[in-house]
């Protein structure tokens, strides 16, 4: 690895790091900022998106094909479908899909389009480094799928529909973008969440208050995978 990308969708979920990893120089591109840092011999690029698949794949392609990124790592929060995550918990993406991608009106399953895949798997190494330090941390984790959409999802009827058409864990809005970058480009990618709420009636009172102490949760054991890198 000679530079590595670290994304999140939204200030909140970038400042811990930012915080963490000291004086960066800044480079602005693209309506957008990019805070590059050495840590521990690394050189690193980070930025918020802003919310949303569109967002998400500018910015992670900026970061690969304008920086020269060659690892990507998520750090955010994300809506618990899996009754096992309370708000707080972290989950680690084995694989991820496009919950709003439908084309279903011409035979295709829910998150498909010809040339893609519904499930994007992340780099099994990082999720194996991000599993050692948790255990050795005492941290708790779980892998899963992540479902992502161009929609804040604040109802039990959609939140359903995620969970039995893709058997998805959590919910967010950018990660199956950044897969799909990711992994066209041929980018080692890890993409973790911590919950901020559980995607139903309430949602947003959730998000608004648990925003910040879910993405510090997910920061701070990021930073200790870095620490492992
Ligand atoms: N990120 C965090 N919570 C979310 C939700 N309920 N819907 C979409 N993205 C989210």
């Known amino acids: 690895m000679t530079k590595l990308a670290i994304m999140g969708a939204m200030e909140e979920e970038i400042e811990p790091l930012l915080a963490h990893f000291g004086e960066a120089k800044i480079t602005e591109y693209a309506h957008n900022k990019y805070y590059e ?124 529909f995620i969970q039995k058409t893709f058997n998805a864990d959590a919910l967010e809005m950018e990660g199956a973008s950044v897969a799909v970058v990711c992994d066209s480009l041929n980018i080692p990618f890890f993409i973790l969440r911590a919950i901020s709420d559980t995607a139903d009636g309430g949602a947003d009172i959730d998000f608004d208050e648990f925003l910040k102490s879910s993405a510090k949760n997910s920061a701070d054991y990021l930073v200790k995978i870095i620490n492992k890198l």
């Open 37 to 160: 840092v050495t840590y521990n011999g690394l050189d690193i690029v980070i930025a918020y998106s802003k919310i949303g698949k569109v967002f998400a794949s500018l910015t992670a392609s900026t970061m690969i094909q304008k920086f020269g990124c060659d690892t990507l790592l998520f750090s955010g929060v994300a809506g618990g479908i899996n009754p096992a995550l309370k708000i707080g918990d972290l989950i680690i993406a084995d694989k991820l899909c496009q919950h709003d991608l439908d084309i279903t009106a011409f035979g295709h399953p829910h998150g498909f389009v010809p040339g893609g895949k519904i499930l994007i798997e992340t780099t099994k190494q990082l999720r194996e480094v991000a599993v050692e330090v948790a255990n050795e941390n005492n941290i708790n984790v779980i892998e899963g799928t992540i479902a992502t959409g161009d929609q804040f999802v604040h109802s039990e009827e959609r939140k359903d």
